[in-house]
């Protein structure tokens, strides 16, 4: 597990281009990371109902194994 103490101790010995690069990364980083939050909200419990309506056969055998439920059944 990576520590803020050992980042920062990597970081000191770098040369000032790179830590350039590390401080250009860190800004992506914290950019991609707030893009994906808002990206993704929290859904409510119920926000979908009415939206979808089940048959009223929904839970009826399906055609395609009748002849499965026939022999299951005997």
């Given amino acids: 597990m990576m520590t803020n103490k050992s980042i920062i101790t990597q970081l000191q010995v770098l040369p000032e281009n790179l830590k350039k ?5 860190i800004g992506y980083l914290v950019m991609k990371y707030s893009k994906e939050q808002q990206k993704k909200p929290t859904p409510k419990f119920g926000s979908a109902r009415g ?3 089940l048959a009223a056969d929904f839970d009826e ?11 299951r059944n005997q």
């Fill in 61 to 71: 055998p399906l055609e395609d194994f009748k002849e499965y439920h026939a022999i």
């Fill in 21 to 25: 690069e590390v401080l250009d990364f």
């Fill in 51 to 53: 939206k979808y309506i």
